[in-house]
């Protein structure tokens, strides 16, 4: 069964440096999406991306996020200058059209901040 | 989107159905239910979806009452492996993000 892969399954990063996350949605999905999930906490919406474009996006994605599908197969999160508040998992997720199908994620990437 | 009540936790023995319940007095007339799960840290893993009938597939079964304001998710065979939060959203038909709450803990017990 086609699923959404996550890369690297951890990534530890020094406060102030760039990370970026990457991740391959499922083949032929046109919706991707972006969440985190600080420990202990909710999942959390960060940014839709949809023709190459942002769709929505929520108060937590500021301006040092930043997001971009590249090729034809990846799409990416930057964290320009990584904070200690950044430490969270990183879920992609996609869905294959507009509608009510469901979202699809990936295992995430575990981010640690130092 | 319709905002979701569930229980903070519920047991289950293995090889008896659970069935998780969920409030949506709020649902409107174009909002899905979805449900995921979530092992440990993992992703979130999507279950099941419906508008208004009741839906199976080879995962769970999903019971949405007539008013739509409740449904309920059954596993019909728990084993140790459905240990997880379950999480209950609605989300309009062709909205974007999913909201998530605290989910329902089920831990299921040999």
């Known amino acids: 069964e086609p699923e959404v892969t996550q890369t690297p399954s951890h990534q530890v990063t020094q406060m102030g440096q760039e990370v970026i996350l990457r991740c391959v949605p499922i083949?032929?999905?046109?919706?991707f999406y972006w969440y985190r999930q600080i420990l202990g906490q909710k999942v959390e919406f960060l940014v839709s991306?949809?023709?190459?474009?942002?769709?929505?996006k929520s108060e937590i994605f500021d301006d040092q996020f930043s997001v971009e599908r590249p090729d034809g197969s990846n799409f990416t999160l930057k964290i320009r200058s990584t904070k200690l508040e950044d430490s969270a998992m990183y879920f992609c997720a996609s869905k294959p059209g507009w509608g009510g199908q469901p979202q699809h994620f990936g295992d995430g990437t575990r981010l640690s901040i130092l | 989107d319709a905002k979701t009540t569930q229980p903070p936790s519920m047991d289950c023995a293995e090889g008896r159905a659970a069935n998780l319940p969920c409030n949506h007095s709020t649902i409107s007339g174009n909002e899905y239910v979805y449900w995921y799960r979530q092992i440990h840290s993992q992703g979130p893993q999507y279950i099941i979806h419906?508008?208004?009938n009741n839906e199976t597939n080879e995962m769970a079964s999903l019971i949405i009452t007539e008013d739509r304001k409740s449904s309920t998710l059954i596993l019909p065979h728990a084993t140790l492996r459905d240990t997880a939060v379950y999480y209950c959203i609605v989300r309009v038909y062709g909205g974007n993000k999913l909201v998530f709450g605290a989910g329902t803990i089920l831990r299921v017990k040999s």
């Open positions: 419906g508008l208004k």
């Open positions: 991306f949809y023709n190459n474009e942002i769709s929505e």
């Open positions: 083949s032929n999905h046109l919706y």
